[in-house]
């Protein structure tokens, strides 16, 4: 049987691999990714065949992986994070379709918002909500729909994709949403280049947040009504009643 | 310094274990957890002290490992999945506020909702939201809220403790409180025991879930309302637009 496995390699650095990602790597013929994420990896994995696409040919990339099992290969298509959390792994199914041949296998990761979290301290320990603020396959009024549900409800929110160099503003409108249902002194805090070279982590106000630059590295949380401050940590508590 | 690490050691199986956790385990003196877990990782790190407390005691568990790394051992307090995700990280950090002269470090790990996406698919390639059913330390009236606007919103939803002796109907409920905006045909999935011995996994309709009994080690996935069946995958697309 070809076979075609999607790995998760983590937020960036080895060591947060799995045991598992790494020993499929070690394992395979050929690995395919984005070239940023390729090039993380590439020294760890001497003797492999490396294929990159850029990031917008991501239809063209798994066409190319799945080409190359149909060779005899044993391929892996690498994702940063974990595939499955805004990653390949979707689209791998949908064109597996037409590749009864090819066996596909999930190799899971840590994704951004789990790797970042645990950076901050503890943002996540209670219900949480995950919301990508990219508008290039999602209509902003879906977005923003979700945004505000998310904040009435009170989840702590991660923003994946918070900005890029078209959508300068869409952390600052997020944010604004936000600010109907919670206070402007909500705990927020931001995480770039997680395990990464420059790896750099703040915690603020939401209103502080509202102003802050960011980039297409960085995640960000939102705290719930419970979150606070511990030193310099981001902490949710495990629920609503006194421990 | 007395150092305590806060290991996630992943769904079960020793592979999904991240290369930091494992190393970070076999570098420590003493490993701190709930029994069911302790005996998850035990054969793999021989040599080391193990303690244990029952699940309801976190507390307790926290003051012990603390305890333990003023003692001037290295210690690792272990939890399944990630730490982070509904575990011991927030309470280790409120602790932590009595013991200054401990360092806390997270070690972050692959949690069901990631870890049982792998197995199921792709089911949280778009937005998501992850709801606990315990009301051990939530009201009740916050979880139900929580349910409608994540349904409301369309998020695929992910489902924590969706069972136990006392909450043998809560499923049923949440189904009903989704059903109120998503479709009965809405693809969701179960997955239990994920990379453990008798991992079980189903994808079916919002409406056969709702009339299906699950256990606590058994994590729900509800669909949005662009998710489909894939041959016997759940695969949500990377978006509302045509790729």
Redesign the interface.
């Known amino acids: 049987m070809n076979k075609l496995y999607v790995v ?1 390699i ?1 937020p960036g ?8 990602a ?2 499929t790597l070690k394992n395979c013929d050929t690995i395919i990714g984005y070239t940023v994420y390729v090039d993380l990896v590439k020294e760890h994995f001497p003797g492999k065949e490396f294929l990159t696409t850029p990031m917008t040919k991501e ?1 063209d990339r798994c066409v190319m992986a799945f080409d190359e099992a149909m060779k005899g290969k044993t391929v892996a298509m690498i994702c940063s994070g ?1 595939a ?4 390949m ?6 064109i ?2 037409r590749y009864p041949d090819v066996e596909v296998e ?6 951004a918002a ?2 970042g ?3 901050l ?12 603020l990219s508008d ?4 902003w009024e ?1 977005i923003e ?2 945004l ?3 904040a ?4 702590c929110t991660v923003l994946y994709n918070p900005s890029s160099k078209k959508r300068k503003d869409y952390l600052q409108k997020a944010c604004d949403l936000t600010m109907q249902y919670k206070s402007p002194e909500t705990v927020c805090g931001i995480v770039a280049n997680i395990g990464r070279e420059g790896e750099t982590v703040k915690v603020m106000t939401l209103k502080e947040l509202r102003d802050t630059q960011v980039d297409m590295f960085t995640t960000v949380f939102i705290g719930n009504s419970q979150t606070k401050r ?2 310099d ?1 981001m ?7 006194n ?1």
């Open positions: 998760g983590g650095e080895y060591e947060q691999m799995t045991i598992k790494a020993e239809v974990d499955g959390v805004y990653g792994t979707g689209l791998i199914y949908e597996g379709e999930v190799v899971t990761g840590v994704t789990i790797g979290a645990g950076v301290g503890a943002p996540l320990i209670h219900d949480f909500a995950v919301i990508s290039l396959l999602t209509p879906k729909k979700r505000l549900n998310a009435e409800a009170d989840f511990i030193g940590k902490v949710t508590p495990r629920g609503y009643r421990v």
